[in-house]
């Protein structure tokens, strides 16, 4: 049976981390995955599709809107359902409803170390733009994403003790 895709559910929350931890290792504490959704369902207001097969959390795909662009977070599929077409199903899904809210261009980054996603989103009509993502860490709020992990900018400490 195809998993359903629908909107995240707050019950959804443990099938989303033990997901999340599969598919994001370098992300050490489920701590954080829980912190980023909460931030996301305070902050955002732009979709946040799960897919399910049986009760079970298969795949998500998040998406953050800054007024212009939306960016996607977070594609996710379970190791047993990928090459069969969920993650391509949920990235359909997610532009369907960013077109539905008038938004002109999604966007999207790959993380050093998953090139191999490259292909993948260039399949489904993505490009790559010519620019550099510059990125600084202003609070400790966010500490446990793993980008600020390995070494965090020493005027932080400074400016929040």
């Not at 998040?62 to 077409?85: C, E, H, K, S, T």
């Not at 899904?93 to 809210?101: S, T």
């Not at 008038?102 to 999207?108: A, K, Q, R, S």
Request: charged content about 25%; some cysteine.
């Amino acid at each position: 049976m195809d998993p359903e895709i629908r909107d995240y559910l707050d019950t959804d929350l443990p099938g989303v981390v033990s997901l999340w931890q599969e598919c994001f290792p370098e992300v050490r504490h489920a701590a954080a995955f829980r912190e980023m959704i909460a931030r996301k369902q305070a902050t955002q207001t732009g979709p946040f599709l799960v897919a399910e097969s049986d009760g079970n959390v298969v795949g998500t795909v998040v998406v953050g809107m800054d007024g212009l662009n939306a960016w996607i977070y977070l594609v996710g599929v379970d190791p047993a359902f990928r090459r069969a077409g969920l993650g391509s199903r949920l990235v359909h899904a997610v532009e369907d409803r960013l077109k539905q809210l008038g938004v002109p261009y999604v966007c999207l980054q790959v993380m050093e170390g998953r090139e191999h996603l490259l292909d993948f989103y260039t399949t489904l009509g993505y490009r790559v733009d010519p620019r550099v993502s510059m990125v600084k860490m202003i609070s400790r709020n966010g500490s446990n994403h793993p980008r600020f992990r390995e070494a965090p900018d020493p005027s932080i400490e400074e400016a929040v003790d």
